[in-house]
């Protein structure tokens, strides 16, 4: 993804650049908002010209971006303007075009630090709380590289490594997924022309398994809703997300996350879901994906206005439809409309 372009303006000094200023004054207390204030402009790629002045280039994303802290400064109690400056020397501008590539070029170097780490620790077997599916890795760093690159601005001579190493883990992931897929393909085509039966009153464990099955195992697979109390699965049929079942909790894995791994599934956008499924359904906290609390208000509505496990299913299907596209958004997606 291209590093976004501030506009420049033509002038009588030929080319002069054009730039946003934050000017704040915060209110001494509450503390935390001096934290979340600094939080949101290092997040936005603003640089410090005074304690209390920040400058962002010129964009309809920059403005926008200030706009919005400007207002919660105001929110919490303190004072806040935007305006548009030039400065008089070039030699300013360049010191602050050079500003903003240290402060990305420091960014990429950590990431870059980071994967180079978790590459090695692979490499030796490492047991740690790092050893993770590889494609998850692979799937942050990718996402913390597009959070970098969304803020510079001004094109980062670092950006390149981090690049390289990144290509290079995606060619080993598709090596490795091309060296498993005839395993894979038998491991689900023994699961085809199925019938699977889970529990009543289906919730987020069995709603996104059943979504799992149809999507990435048989979409023609057939699925039961049973009372374990009245009746058990019937021969040759497959169940999940029950007591002994074929597909159930395993270790600190919800039934989702047995069902991903045991089918070899190893789509990277169905890593950041299982972990969401995986906090709802067990509320362990485990990953703590920012996206997990607002997922499971939508769930808790579908289960209260949605009576029947057909009806969940509908509803829920189109929910983790929806989610999946989410997490395979291409790199560069527009930022806009993202605020809530």
Known sequence: MAPRNPASHPSSRGDSRRWYLLIHQLPPEPLYLRAKIRQRLTRVGAVALKNAVYALPVSE????????????????????????????????DQALVDRFRAERDADYAELAAAIRSRRRGASAGKASPEREDPAALLGRARRRFEEISRIDF?????????????????????????????????????????????????????????????????????????????????????????????FTHEGDRCTFETLRRRAALRDPALGPIAEIVHDIDLKDGKFGRPETRGIERVLSGILRASPTDEERLERGFQLFDGLYESFRRTPGQSRKGART
């Open 61 to 92: 994303d920059c403005l926008e971006d200030f706009q919005w802290i400007a207002q919660e400064a105001i929110s919490g109690g303190g004072d806040a303007h935007v305006c548009e400056a030039r400065f008089l020397e070039k030699r300013t």
């Open 154 to 246: 001004f094109g980062a001579s670092r950006r390149r490594e981090v690049e390289a190493q990144l290509e290079k883990g995606e060619t080993s992931a598709r090596s490795r997924r091309e060296g498993s897929a005839r395993g894979r393909s038998a491991v689900v085509s023994g699961l085809s022309n199925r019938t699977w039966a889970t529990r009543r009153g289906i919730k987020v464990d069995r709603i996104s398994s059943a979504w799992l099955i149809r999507r990435f195992v048989d979409p023609r697979a057939k699925l039961r809703f049973l009372d374990p109390s009245k009746e058990a699965p019937a021969g040759g049929e497959l169940s999940f997300d029950m007591v002994g079942a074929d």
